[in-house]
């Protein structure tokens, strides 16, 4: 085995050399069982090979001697069990009332110590989930203060601007000034930019290009 797996250590790695001598392989030097009798050997009957009286009388007394001893064995367990149980019922019968309700009262009295020591146990874990829960609402309380002035300052902000955006609006009172000085100060927006940064405007329909440096 030791020059087997010497012989494989320069092929394989030393996991794969020995999952290779783990792995056995089942070769069927004959027919496989699975594929059944074959017809030449159907209704052939093999003979029985007789046993030797020796043989015979050997087994017996092996088997017979097995019986014996598990039998034995058996018995011996079995009065075990019952002694057990005998001083058992003894213990109990031996015990007067005053003893019974002895040991009744310190079976009481552990049960008691035990629940009071998982009592304390208790409270100390749910103080300290309290603790945690209340800092976790606190933490989330003020993150929700946080996003509610950051959201006020936006709404403000916007506002602000809208105030500003409001003066250049055209109301009742302006609309006349706002016609005029569109007529007097004309706005158009087809210009074009060239490659140069300049600004090309186009007035009154007519192709005209105006060079203006931008």
């Known amino acids: 085995m030791a020059n087997l797996a010497a012989a494989f250590s320069g092929v394989f790695t030393k996991s794969r ?11 069927f030097r004959r027919k496989p069982r699975w594929l059944g ?15 030797i009286e020796e043989e015979i009388e050997e087994l017996k007394r092996l088997h017979n001697n097995y019986r014996t001893q598990m039998k034995a ?45 998982t009592a304390a146990k208790r409270e100390e874990r749910l103080v300290t989930e309290r603790a945690a829960r209340k800092e976790y609402i606190l933490e989330r309380l003020v993150l929700k203060e946080q996003r509610e002035i950051d959201k006020k ?14 003066k250049t609006f055209i109301t009742r009172e302006n ?25 090309h405007r186009a007035a009154d329909g007519l192709p005209k290009d105006t060079n203006q440096q931008s």
């Open 17 to 27: 050399a020995v999952a290779l001598l783990q792995y056995t392989t089942v070769r």
């Open 37 to 51: 009798t074959a017809k030449s050997k159907l209704f052939r009957v093999p003979e029985r090979k007789k046993q």
């Open 73 to 117: 064995v058996r018995n011996f367990l079995r009065d075990e069990v019952e002694a057990y149980k005998l001083v058992s019922r003894a213990g109990l019968v031996l015990q007067t009332p005053e003893q019974e309700e002895a040991e009744w009262q310190e079976a009481l009295r552990r049960n008691d110590e035990w629940n009071q020591q």
């Open 153 to 166: 300052e936006q709404v403000e902000a916007k506002v602000r601007i809208e105030k500003e955006l409001s």
């Open 175 to 199: 609309i006349d000034k706002a016609i005029e000085l569109a007529l007097v100060q004309p706005t158009t927006f087809n210009f074009a930019l060239d490659r140069d940064g300049n600004l």
